[in-house]
């Protein structure tokens, strides 16, 4: 795959109006970890692939539409940790206390950089793309595939109709 990619961001002309350009992101700008996984489990693929797309759209956005970004992804991780804890907690997963704690060490990143933002502080959105896939792979290799298996594996010794 072609190590560059063309983006669009928006800069403004020397008349001082904003208007779309391209330009070129070097290898060292695209995020290494960002891919899509699939874990044949419904509810958490559809939850990963959403905020995959969100964290897709970090290095694309301007200033103004980072905080609005910012904001659904703060979101969509709050809501797609909350599932995947009430899937612990109703299986009696036994490894429920360290996943929760990634998950919250995740949403405080999120909160800094939602008080840095809000200090007026420029935001890095490359710099938070590349943080927020490091941690999103690194999670999901070691704490959302076992969760996945083992739902998957509870859900054909119980059958259908579990709920999870
Ligand atoms: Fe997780």
């Avoid at 800094?112 to 999901?140: E, Y």
Wanted: hydrophobic letters at 40%; a negative charge; one cysteine or more.
């Amino acid at each position: 795959m072609n190590s560059f990619i063309m983006m669009a961001v928006t800069m403004k002309s020397s008349e001082n109006t904003a208007k779309t350009v391209l330009r070129t992101l070097n290898a060292s700008e695209i995020a290494p970890g960002m891919r899509l996984q699939y874990y044949e489990h419904a509810a958490m693929d559809r939850a990963h692939h959403k905020f995959t797309a969100l964290l897709g759209a970090l290095p694309l956005v301007d200033k103004a539409a980072f905080s609005c970004l910012l904001e659904q992804i703060c979101q969509e991780a709050k809501e797609h940790f909350e599932q995947e804890e009430r899937f612990m907690l109703t299986t009696e997963f036994d490894q429920y206390k360290a996943h929760k704690a990634e998950h919250d060490a995740l949403l405080l990143l999120l909160d800094d950089q939602r008080n840095s933002l809000n200090a007026g502080h420029q935001p890095d959105a490359v710099g938070l793309q590349l943080k927020l896939c490091h941690w999103q792979d690194k999670h999901q290799q070691e704490w959302d595939y076992p969760l996945a298996d083992f739902l998957r594996c509870r859900a054909s010794w119980l059958g259908e109709g579990t709920g999870i």
